[in-house]
């Protein structure tokens, strides 16, 4: 796997990282600012949200139409997301059309017009947005788990509260975007066919005279309760089981990554197999890691039928207890497989690419090539694993249930 | 890039895109069998016979099966439309042999008693889980509606009730009939060995035995009605409405998407601006899918309930404009330089061309490049989108809403 990545750090703290893909015809950015949620007053949660809404509502000489048929014109497969950390920014086009679409970006992050007539559409995305998720059990209830299992604002949701969009001012949108929509902090990652010199002389056009300002810092509060179960009239018990993990820049992160991976990577997995295959209790079961900063979880979903819900519940918990036991060596193997192939079919996508680099900047300070993943991969074996799972077992679970009936938690002495 | 093609004794065609410059292979198995070809009596059978086949062969266990992916990095599943079941892998190139060897033992299942039993619990929770979802399995009720006793008003899924009530026995038979050699494609795209994909297909595939699996492809018949559905525990209020339109065969086929793009795009289309960006609907699209023998447009609409009505009504009166007055250059443009980049974008994966020139072949027994299609969608003009409208009016749907409003009635 040869790989390169290119970086610039600007005056203004602006980072560009780049990874030149050129077997490929498409480009793709990803823009982090430092303008996540977690910034959002009590009161006003939703404030990011709707700020990143209106942004696409009109910038420098666009209006939101124009900005819109700006986008297809160049023809750039867009998308945004507010998360506690960030609001991000990507795009997938060919490469032909980077940098007039930087242009329109540019205008976006430091020219938004904020006009007084699409404040009250964009808050009624954001409410409808809200309540759709009342609609989406599963969704709802990870979203729940994670409140219950960071210190907020560290399990929130972007898209706030009902009685905290209502009240949202535009005034306070614009001190916001003011405030957090700025370079130092901001990482761009773009990885695709194209020619770096030009790029960096392009992005330093563009965004040399951008004025940073000091990041804000957050204080996190006090743990939530561990136990929640939410009562929803469905045919389902949701079932969602957090505990501690490591952080991505931790490094031992592999080892737990690695512990997961035997947990629930591929049909062969210890929770898709015991859960689903072996009793059909479920359609859909899994776990993954979920990393901030300095503190990392794993996050377990698991959605059955009310009556086999206990099961399901008991079930799930005893195989996150025993894989404290061990990982054997045939699933090392199989999981050292997988992550080989996904290592190679991610050199097949710019945009996955793109945001891949940019996060690693965020999380590490530096970017790992694939190369550095496959060694540290490659460097896992079932002692260096089984002996961080002795000192580090799966325990303390967070536990929230969403459904017609709350569950007994059972757990043994492991 | 070479296209390859070759067809076994038995009926069984192969063909591959051969991209030497790919880093990966994807392989898959495309099967000419869905609801469409099921009765009442075994109703949502090729969907739950797509997870038995995960289950196990004479020479393998379920686990040996999944194990058996998972030792090649593999990247696999399988799906079940009205009318293709397709089971896929994506692989580095070094796997394609085991690949293929192991598909196609997979596609010879024992369909072992105490597997079905088991799977059927699986089944049952994932049509429940659709169930606790918007719009609430309101498709599958749309779709019966619209199609009447057409063989594309059956369910992929099938009802709580039909699966616990499916013999084994059925499925069986349904195997039989439907998973002959001449019914099914092997697809390869990116890093291909073709000689080495026939070779494998020979030897493991060639005993197959064929039988006659024919399907009938009725013309839709013409449909128009409304059908309002209380929900009392829903958030919001989920609108569809399924009209006719061009099908598989249909030289309009491309006009009826590029239709669609310029009426119901996620972004930057006629409903968008009238519903998304308003702040009146959470969502409003509009998408055209293609059947043997039939098509249909979609539109889809979620809303705060107390807007469902005069939503209703908008949608109703943009259709309407539309049949009067047409689309601008700008928005057949617009749609155009969309649907390019689109379609390049998603071809620069082997996984991404795979459905496209599986699709190709075991819809029409051909093969186009992805330059073939961008040609020609960009010959289309506004006259040959009107023409489609002229054939298929968007007014003349079934609509479906379901929800907390109360009252709602047909627009207009």
């Known amino acids: 796997m040869k790989q390169s990545i290119l970086s610039h750090t600007f005056a203004s703290g602006l980072v560009l990282l780049a990874e030149p893909m050129m077997s490929l015809e498409s480009a793709a950015f ?130 706030g509260t009902e009685a905290g969009l209502k009240k949202l001012s535009l005034t306070q949108i614009r001190e916001h975007y003011a405030r957090n929509y700025q370079p130092n902090g901001t990482i761009l990652g773009v990885a695709g066919n194209f020619d770096w010199e030009v790029l960096k002389a392009h992005v330093s056009a563009l965004f040399d005279d951008w004025k940073p300002h000091e990041s804000q810092s957050i204080v996190a509060g006090g743990l939530p309760p561990r136990r929640a179960h939410i009562p929803h009239e469905s045919n389902q018990t949701q079932i969602g089981i957090a505990f501690d993990s490591l952080a991505y820049n931790h490094p031992d992160y592999f080892q737990a990554w690695g512990a997961v991976g035997v947990l629930s990577g591929g049909m062969s997995s210890r929770l898709f197999t015991e859960v689903r ?29 009310s009556a086999r819900a206990q099961e399901t519940l008991d079930v799930t918990l005893a195989e996150l207890v025993r894989i404290a036991k061990g990982v054997r060596p045939d699933e090392l193997t199989r999981l050292k497989a997988r992550i080989k192939s996904s290592l190679i079919m991610q050199q097949e996508s710019s945009i996955s690419r793109s945001s891949s680099i940019a996060r690693d900047l965020y999380y590490l300070d530096r970017v790992r090539t694939l190369d550095e993943i496959s060694q540290l991969v490659d460097g896992l074996s079932c002692e260096s694993i089984n002996n961080y799972l002795a000192a580090n077992p799966p325990r303390e679970f967070t536990i929230v249930t969403l459904g017609p009936m709350p569950l007994e938690v059972h757990l043994g002495v492991s | 890039m070479e296209f390859r093609e070759h067809t076994l004794a038995n009926g069984l065609s192969i063909v591959a895109e051969c991209n030497d410059e790919a880093h990966t292979t994807a392989l898959g198995f495309f099967v000419q069998t869905g609801a ?98 918007p719009p609430y399995l309101a498709d599958d009720k749309c779709r019966a509606l619209h199609y009447g006793g057409h063989p594309l008003s059956h369910s992929v899924l099938g009802t709580v009730e039909s699966i616990a009530a499916l013999p084994v026995e059925a499925m069986r038979k349904y195997f039989e009939r439907r998973y002959s050699p001449g019914n099914i494609a092997l697809v390869g795209t990116g890093r291909v060995d073709f000689d080495g994909l026939v070779t494998a297909a020979e030897q493991i595939c060639g005993a197959w035995k064929p039988v006659e699996a024919g399907r009938s492809a009725p013309p839709a018949p013409r449909a128009k ?7 009392e525990t829903s958030t919001l209020e989920y609108v569809l409405q399924f009209s006719n339109a061009p099908g ?87 749609a155009k330089s969309k649907i390019n980049s689109r379609v390049v974008l998603a071809s620069e994966r082997p996984r991404g061309r795979l459905f496209n020139v599986g699709g190709n072949w075991i819809q029409r027994r051909e093969y186009r490049t992805v330059r073939d299609d961008l040609e020609r969608i960009d010959r289309l003009t506004r006259n040959d989108l009107m023409d489609v409208l002229a054939r298929y009016p968007l007014s003349e749907n079934t609509t479906l809403a379901i929800g907390p409003a109360q009252n709602l009635k047909a627009p207009g």
Request: aromatic share 8%.
């Open chain 2, 248 to 334: 598989a065969t249909d030289e309009d086929r491309y006009a009826a998407k590029v239709l669609a793009t310029v009426l119901g795009d996620d972004s930057g289309s006629r409903l968008y601006w009238a519903l998304v960006d308003e702040g009146l609907a959470e969502q409003a699209s509009l998408g055209h899918q293609d059947y043997q023998g039939a098509g249909l447009f979609m539109t889809y609409m979620a809303c705060d309930p107390v807007l469902a009505q005069a939503n209703l009504e908008r949608i109703a009166e943009l259709f309407a404009q539309v049949q009067r007055e047409g689309i601008t250059d700008a928005e057949l443009a617009q």
């Open chain 2, 36 to 133: 469409r070809d099921e009765t009442e009596s075994d109703a949502g059978v090729s969907h739950f016979l797509e997870h038995m086949m995960f289950k196990g062969t004479p020479t393998r266990t379920a686990e040996d099966v999944n194990r058996e992916f998972d030792d090649m990095g593999a990247h696999y599943n399988a799906f079940t439309s009205e009318e293709h079941t397709v089971y896929y892998a994506a692989v580095l190139p070094e796997f394609q042999r085991a690949a293929v060897e192991l598909w196609a033992d997979v596609l010879r299942p024992s369909l072992r008693d105490e597997d079905f039993t088991t799977e059927k619990q699986v089944i049952i929770e994932e049509i429940k889980m659709y169930e606790d979802q």
């Open chain 2, 225 to 231: 009605s409304f059908h309002p559905v209380y929900k």
């Open chain 1, 30 to 159: 990803t823009f982090l600012l430092p303008a996540g949620c977690a910034l959002d007053p009590l009161d006003y949660a939703g404030l990011a949200e709707v700020t990143c809404e209106l942004t696409l509502r009109g910038s420098g000489n666009r209006d939101s139409r124009q900005f819109i048929e700006e986008l297809e014109r160049l023809g750039v497969e867009h998308g945004q997301s507010v998360s506690t950390t960030h609001t991000s920014y990507s795009g997938a086009m060919l490469s032909r059309n980077l940098l007039p679409t930087l242009d329109v970006y540019a205008d976006l992050l430091r020219r938004a017009r904020f006009p007084k007539d699409q404040m009250e559409p964009a808050r009624q995305v954001v409410l409808q947005e809200l309540a759709a998720i009342e609609d989406e059990p599963g969704q709802k209830l990870m979203q729940e788990l994670r409140k219950h299992h960071y210190p907020d604002p560290w399990g929130r949701t972007s898209h």
């Open chain 1, 277 to 305: 295959e072996k009793r059909g209790l479920c359609y859909s079961v899994h776990a993954t890691m979920h990393s901030l900063r300095d503190r990392g979880s794993v996050l377990c979903y698991a959605g059955t039928s």
